[in-house]
């Protein structure tokens, strides 16, 4: 019961002991938590909340790289963390606050939004991206410093989008690189299995067949043949 109901305390099991008909005192109990536990921190922690939540917070987060030219381009990304979803991709030269906030306007039309939106303290996020998550509903949850665990999800995305697409293409230009992060965010969403989520997509509307049926597997390019996702022939 200790380890099943990590915020359940002595008293609570001793209740629920006393409904299966065990009478066991309330100091025996706290002996064997004592053991089972060790010292309980006050409140919530982080990884708890982010597992109790998840489908209600999204990440969001930069990723710098550089065309053809060695010039700069800034890639913004927001992360649905319960589903791994990536639910908006855009891509500047200049990644004033102005031009993050009218992200956040776009990835959240009619009001529609998560509950949490978690960020990091870069420069690039300004009170007016405070005032319109607030005004969208979403409470901005900012990451504690040299604390590169608290947007994990979101940053491995990012090493993905690195070790899966960016290492392995030349970027001509931003349109260029817009063109090419959206196919890989296609991808990502509908064709490529994730171990956290069970190996299933994060676009929950494509559940995988029980069973094969048979026909010919053929094979679809992705990134020019970077990747593949294959599919059965109708």
């Not at 296609?186 to 989520?197: L, T």
Request: contains cysteine; positive net charge; glycine residues 8%.
């Amino acid at each position: 019961m200790a380890l099943d109901n990590r915020r359940w305390g002595a008293e609570r099991v001793r209740g629920e002991l006393l409904r299966l008909g065990i009478r066991v005192s309330k100091r025996t109990i706290q002996r064997y938590l004592r053991r089972v536990r060790g010292p309980q921190p006050w409140g919530q922690s982080w990884s708890t909340f982010l597992k109790n939540h998840s489908n209600q917070i999204w990440a969001c987060d930069f990723l710098q790289t550089y065309d053809i030219f060695f010039r700069p381009i800034f890639a913004f990304f927001i992360v649905e963390l319960g589903s791994r979803k990536v639910v908006h991709v855009a891509v500047t030269r200049s990644p004033t606050s102005l031009w993050t906030t009218q992200q956040l306007r776009n990835a959240t039309p009619f009001g529609t939004g998560p509950r949490f939106l978690i960020r990091d303290n870069d420069d690039k996020f300004g009170t007016e991206f405070a005032r319109v998550a607030e005004a969208s509903g979403i409470r901005v949850l900012r990451t504690p410093v040299r604390a590169p665990k608290a947007n994990a999800t979101c940053e491995r995305y990012l090493g993905s989008v690195r070790r899966e697409c960016l290492d392995h293409v030349i970027i001509l230009g931003e349109k260029h690189a817009l063109r090419v992060l959206k196919e890989h965010v296609a991808h990502f969403n509908s064709g490529r299995p994730h171990q956290g989520i069970g190996q299933r997509v994060p676009d929950k509307s494509i559940t995988p067949s029980d069973e094969y049926s048979a026909g010919t597997v053929v094979s679809v390019p992705v990134l020019g043949g970077l990747h593949h996702e294959y599919r059965v022939a109708a």
